[in-house]
C-alpha cells in the first residue's frame, strides 16, 4: 500500500519541471520523486488529451500511481502558436525564432497552460489546470528555468522572466504551479479514497 496523498510519482524527463514540482509539494508536505520512464506523447490539439494519454501509457509501463503534466505557450498575435506544438517548435525555432515571429508585433500577450493528469491502476485519469497570463519580451531575458523561460514575462512579476526568477518565485506566479497546487489539494484531501 503507497501512502497516498504523502507521495507522488512525477512521470517526467524535464528535471526542472520535477524541481518546480517538488517546492509546491513541500506546501503540502507530499513527498514526490521522478520516474523517468518513457510514456507515449501523442500529438493532439488539446493539452489535456496528451497528458490523459501519457498518463495512462505510463500507469501501464509502471503498473503505479503517477502523475504526469503537459504545458504549452500559446501567443494570441499568432493565434495560439506553438500551443500543443511546444516542445517541436522549442527544439526547431526556439525562442530566437519566436522572437523573430514577433519581430514588430505590438499585441505581445500570450499564456502558459498546463495541465496535471493523475492516474493510477485503480481509477480512471483525473485532470488539473493551470494557467499563467504574460507577454512575450522584446529580448531574453535571465539564464534561470528551461524551455521558453527567458522571453516570457508573467502578469504580476515586475516585468521580470520567468528566466530572470528563481524556482520559488516562478512558483508564484506559474501554469504548472496552478496546477500542481489544485492536485495537491485534492490529493491530500482523499483520505477515504483508496489506490
Ligand atoms: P516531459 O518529459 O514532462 O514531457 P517536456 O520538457 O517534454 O517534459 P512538455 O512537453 O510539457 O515538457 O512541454 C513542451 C515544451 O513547452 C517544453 O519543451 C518547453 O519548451 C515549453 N514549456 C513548458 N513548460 C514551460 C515552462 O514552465 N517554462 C518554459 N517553457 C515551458
Known amino acids: 500500500m503507497f501512502p497516498r496523498g504523502r507521495l507522488a ?18 506546501e503540502y508536505k507530499v513527498a514526490t520523486a521522478m520516474l523517468k520512464i518513457k510514456a507515449v506523447e501523442i500529438q493532439d490539439d488539446n493539452l489535456e488529451n ?37 516542445s517541436y517548435v522549442y527544439r526547431t525555432i526556439g525562442t530566437i525564432g519566436i522572437l523573430k515571429l514577433m519581430k514588430n508585433v505590438d499585441k505581445r500577450d500570450a499564456y502558459f497552460q498546463s495541465v496535471v493528469a493523475f492516474n493510477s491502476p485503480e481509477e480512471a485519469p483525473k485532470c488539473f489546470h493551470g494557467k499563467a497570463k504574460g507577454k512575450i519580451s522584446l529580448e531574453e531575458r535571465g ?53
Open 143 to 195: 539564464s534561470l528555468g528551461f524551455g521558453f523561460d527567458p522571453i516570457f514575462e508573467p502578469s504580476g512579476g515586475g516585468n521580470r522572466t520567468f528566466a530572470e526568477m528563481t524556482t520559488n518565485e516562478k512558483n508564484e506566479h506559474s501554469h504548472r504551479a496552478g496546477a500542481l497546487r489544485k492536485f495537491a489539494k485534492w490529493y491530500t484531501s482523499g483520505s477515504k479514497r483508496r489506490f
Open 9 to 26: 510519482f512525477f512521470v517526467t524527463s524535464n528535471l526542472h519541471k520535477f524541481n518546480e514540482a517538488r517546492q509546491v509539494f513541500s
Open 50 to 86: 496528451i497528458a490523459k494519454a501519457s498518463a495512462i501509457d505510463a500507469v501501464k509501463t509502471c503498473g503505479l500511481p503517477i502523475i504526469v503534466e503537459d504545458a504549452g505557450l500559446f501567443i494570441e498575435a499568432l493565434n495560439g502558436f506553438p500551443g500543443p506544438y511546444s
